[in-house]
């Protein structure tokens, strides 16, 4: 499987897929990194594995369209087939979605549908869980479709949320869970164990891992 990572931050979840390729456990390769920002952690960590990135930042672009355009002609340079999308804090084209449909996934840092959606992303999810009390957050991989975080869910794990957390205390049990989880769910697709039917996605052979908290 060729795949491509967009990633717009410090690339945690992207070293977390790079290294489950170098050692095997997921059968595939990393052969681009899109980002729209040079600011980017995530590019030094593609950069120091080989891997070929891109800054496509849309407001380069005179249209949506073109920036979807961009996106496509990058991922066709690299024979993309398979996009992860790992901390990209952009809405990805429709042009983009409908090109890999059932091939790009998501990360999101909640038991999705909740604390999902628009303006939803990184330490708001956090926030918005500590201000609701909720007693669970968690990690949840899903399809990507051109509504946010609304694609069906291919694998989520909970973690649990204590009285006395920070948001950066539950990002900090959340993200080790985010990085076994979502090379897992890549692993599926690679070895085409995944079916998609409907909002509900089927997988052969599936023995969840679990991890403790
Ligand atoms: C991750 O926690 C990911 O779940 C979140 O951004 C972080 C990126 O960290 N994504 C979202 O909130 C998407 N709505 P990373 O750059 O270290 O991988």
Same mark, same amino acid.
């Given at each position: 499987m060729r795949l491509a990572v967009f990633a717009s931050g410090g690339g945690t979840n992207l070293q977390a897929i790079l290294d489950a390729c170098r050692t095997g456990?997921?059968?595939?390769?990393?052969?681009a990194c899109i980002s729209n920002?040079? &600011?980017? /952690?995530a590019l030094d960590r593609a950069q120091a594995h080989g891997v070929p990135s891109a800054v496509l930042p849309?407001?380069?672009?005179?249209?949506p369209s073109a920036f979807g355009d961009a996106l496509l002609d990058t991922l066709d340079q690299h024979r993309v087939d398979f996009v992860a999308l790992a901390g990209y804090m952009l809405k990805v084209p429709k042009s983009v979605v409908a090109a890999y449909r059932h091939r790009m996934l998501n990360i999101h840092?909640?038991?999705?549908? &909740?604390? /999902?959606?628009?303006?939803?992303y990184g330490r708001h999810v956090h926030e918005a869980v500590l201000a609701h009390g909720a007693h669970w957050s968690g990690a949840t991989v899903h399809l990507v479709t051109?509504?946010?975080?609304?694609?069906?869910?291919v694998l989520q794990e909970p973690v649990p949320v204590y009285a006395d957390d920070t948001p950066s205390s539950l990002a900090e049990r959340i993200q080790p869970v985010e990085h076994t989880l979502y090379p897992e769910a890549l692993r599926l697709f690679a070895e085409d164990r995944v079916r998609i039917d409907g909002r509900t996605v089927r997988i052969d052979d599936y023995a969840p891992h679990r991890s403790s908290h």
């Amino acid at each position: 499987m060729r795949l491509a990572v967009f990633a717009s931050g410090g690339g945690t979840n992207l070293q977390a897929i790079l290294d489950a390729c170098r050692t095997g456990d997921l059968p595939a390769d990393v052969v681009a990194c899109i980002s729209n920002t040079s &600011a980017a /952690g995530a590019l030094d960590r593609a950069q120091a594995h080989g891997v070929p990135s891109a800054v496509l930042p849309p407001a380069d672009f005179d249209t949506p369209s073109a920036f979807g355009d961009a996106l496509l002609d990058t991922l066709d340079q690299h024979r993309v087939d398979f996009v992860a999308l790992a901390g990209y804090m952009l809405k990805v084209p429709k042009s983009v979605v409908a090109a890999y449909r059932h091939r790009m996934l998501n990360i999101h840092p909640s038991l999705l549908p &909740a604390f /999902g959606g628009k303006g939803m992303y990184g330490r708001h999810v956090h926030e918005a869980v500590l201000a609701h009390g909720a007693h669970w957050s968690g990690a949840t991989v899903h399809l990507v479709t051109d509504e946010y975080d609304q694609g069906p869910i291919v694998l989520q794990e909970p973690v649990p949320v204590y009285a006395d957390d920070t948001p950066s205390s539950l990002a900090e049990r959340i993200q080790p869970v985010e990085h076994t989880l979502y090379p897992e769910a890549l692993r599926l697709f690679a070895e085409d164990r995944v079916r998609i039917d409907g909002r509900t996605v089927r997988i052969d052979d599936y023995a969840p891992h679990r991890s403790s908290h």
